[in-house]
């Protein structure tokens, strides 16, 4: 089925440990993002992608990483896991900013302990 | 600072009424779009609606409709008929400012 396919959907980590967060969709889609969701806080960007090669920063991007080498992957990588990134991670694609609705993966729930 | 804000964090309701989920936003841009998104228990993130800023007619999607006033600022996501399974968190989202903090609406038998 066409969509956006996030790995894993669950994630126990150590604190110091590093680690990535896989995201995949097949509809072509040229715009990428991912986002944290907290409790009360609805989601907040941590990175996006507007195309290959082109990623930048949200509104929380501080302990992650990102890249963008074709336009149906975007990985997340968390360098040095804290407690503070305790979190549910989504992806989202959409065929560009703005005109579109995104199409969320599933999430990943990741704690860091 | 554009940002997007939901007043309410939670709402009950009667089965069978409407209800008026309301978001109010902040920007200087003049293109924007506006969007409604639906997350169940099950957690994922489902899209209702979209508006566009210089769309003249307010979007509608089955039984929701976004009820755009665009001198006010405010996009208020209008369900009609609610159903048990509406029951959910609801997101207001401005591309490409972000999400609000949502409302979790109950609705009761």
């Known amino acids: 089925n066409a969509g956006v396919t996030q790995t894993p959907k669950f994630q126990v980590l150590k604190t110091g440990q590093s680690m990535t967060l896989q995201c995949a969709q097949d509809?072509?889609?040229?715009?990428m993002s991912w986002y944290r969701q907290d409790p009360g806080m609805g989601l907040r960007l941590i990175h996006y992608?507007?195309?290959?090669?082109?990623?930048d920063q949200g509104e929380v991007p501080n302990g992650y990483n990102v890249s963008r080498s074709t336009t149906e992957d975007f990985p997340l990588r968390l360098l040095s896991a804290a407690p503070s990134q305790t979190s549910v991670y989504f992806c989202?694609?959409?065929?560009?900013?703005?005109?579109?609705?995104?199409?969320f993966g599933s999430g990943t729930r990741l704690t860091v302990v | 600072a554009q940002k997007i804000t939901q007043t309410q964090p939670g709402m009950f309701v009667q089965e069978k009424e409407a209800v008026t989920l309301d978001c109010t936003y902040d920007?200087?841009?003049?293109?924007?779009?506006l969007f409604w998104y639906k997350q169940p228990s099950s957690g994922e993130m489902i899209f209702l609606i979209y508006?566009?800023?210089?769309?003249?007619q307010n979007a509608t999607e089955g039984r929701y409709s976004l009820n755009f006033q665009k001198a006010r600022k405010s996009a208020n996501l209008v369900i009609s008929a609610s159903q048990l399974g509406d029951s959910a968190m609801y997101f207001c989202?401005?591309?490409?400012?972000?999400f609000g903090t949502g409302t979790r609406l109950t609705i009761i038998p």
């Open positions: 989202a694609s959409s065929y560009s900013v703005g005109q579109y609705g995104y199409t």
């Open positions: 509809m072509n889609h040229e715009y």
């Open positions: 992608s507007v195309g290959a090669g082109i990623t």
């Open positions: 920007t200087s841009d003049q293109s924007y779009g």
């Open positions: 508006q566009g800023s210089y769309d003249e």
């Open positions: 989202a401005m591309t490409p400012v972000g």
